[in-house]
DNA sequence: CGTGGTTTTGATAATAGTCAACACGAGTGG
DNA sequence: CCACTCGTGTTGACTATTATCAAAACCACG
């Protein structure tokens, strides 16, 4: 999951398995702060997540970290290059997911249409990565925090009266890595965000979108 | 092109194209300035670049622009998302494609082998851009113009003696919103290389490599 | 030679980072 | 059941990096 301008009316969509033949008995269960795969492994399958989430990092040998993605229901993680992972890819919330064969994507031998479905997930991944490269490259960290915000709203935010709650289960950190900021900005900007009522702070995991459309407003940088 | 730390042994690799075989009469030639594609439009092609420079932008409403790559020889252009562009391109340089048909990359009648190379581009793609993500997020302005300059020499440096002679078709603004970065913070930088002996500016759009080893011990950030 | 666009340089400002202290909360063990 | 502790988060003071704004230099081109 990338952070981008919330744009096709993604909300709270169900997840669909990308083939709904696939029998539910090899699902894999992963418990929190497991890994499902470290860089530089070697690719023998791609999941599509079905439930909970996933984190998805790469390092600077100096210790400076990046959060790729967090890879939320309905994401597939673990695309190769050259045949082995360029991330290591660890559990947030406990996970079940679908795994399929690398060589589903890269032969399509045997399933045509799971060929396709994981084809067009990798075309969709690269599309949303210039999204992401546009807020790294481009957005105030009162923007990328917004956009964050939004982005996880629309996805896996719950609708609770005319709020919108969501659940953060990542720390400030990873936030901060993602979005390429500091904890300490992230947690200012949250603050500020709060001050300004904006969102509300349930607790440290916890969100309330109590302005959403000016919560959009900051997200595309109408400067106020 | 993305910036990365240069890894695999690509110094002045020949321009191989995808699959021999594709005849060379149904090559496309551009002209410094003409757009290839925009975003939105629907993608009935991809392209191989096989001489010259294409630029691929993303725009934001307020005017912020984000550079998402340059296309060097080699590199494909246009995976389509949803079957759509989402960057816009133009020429830099002017240019010699090879155009494949979508349906080659989407759907591989007719010719495996050309499905499987635009596949193992498309994955190269992804991986290559979260590289980029670890340089948008988190390296400095003299690491990530260094980084730049080591990626390009690597790429397409001239050796000319025992230094290595760049071409910058781009202007400082397209290097500035590639790298997030303004202009002048792109031109200082240079200037601070300069001044210390690391390049040497021979003109505006040619930079000469004196200390290679020191421009790449800076890409990866030894404070100095 | 001008002229217009780009680049460089300078002065200043703003944003985000750093470092440090304190607060909070979950879990532990007395 | 209550401190205690450790990891995380928040806040504050200060700094640094980079952006902004403005002017001068440079270059390409007619």
């Not at 999941?47 to 996933?54: A, N, P, R, Y």
Request: charged share 25%; aromatic share 6%.
């Amino acid at each position: 999951m990338y952070v981008t301008i919330p744009s096709e009316n993604t909300r709270n969509r169900p997840v669909t398995p990308i083939v709904s033949a696939v029998a539910k008995n090899n699902e894999t269960h992963l418990k929190v702060g497991s890994y499902l795969f470290f860089e530089g492994d070697p690719v023998d399958w791609l999941f599509q997540v079905k439930t909970g989430v996933l984190r998805l990092t790469r390092l600077l040998e100096d210790g400076r970290r990046q959060v790729i993605a967090f890879g939320y229901p309905g994401d597939i993680v673990g695309f190769p290059s050259g045949g082995y992972h360029h991330t290591d890819c660890d559990v947030l919330v406990d996970a079940t997911l679908q795994p399929y064969r690398r060589t589903a994507l890269e032969s399509g031998d045997g399933d045509p249409e799971l060929h396709r479905a994981l084809l067009q997930a990798a075309l969709r991944e690269i599309s949303a990565m210039q999204d992401h490269f546009m807020m790294l490259g481009r957005k105030s960290a009162v923007e990328k925090v917004a956009s964050f915000l939004c982005v996880l709203a629309d996805r896996v935010g719950d609708a609770c009266g005319v709020d919108c709650k969501i659940d953060l289960p990542m720390r400030r950190g990873d936030i901060a890595d993602f979005l390429g900021l500091t904890t300490e900005t992230v947690s200012r900007t949250l603050t500020q965000l709060r001050k300004r009522g904006v969102i509300a702070v349930e607790n440290i995991h916890t969100i309330i979108i109590r302005k959403p459309s000016a919560l959009l407003e900051l997200s595309l940088g109408s400067d106020d």
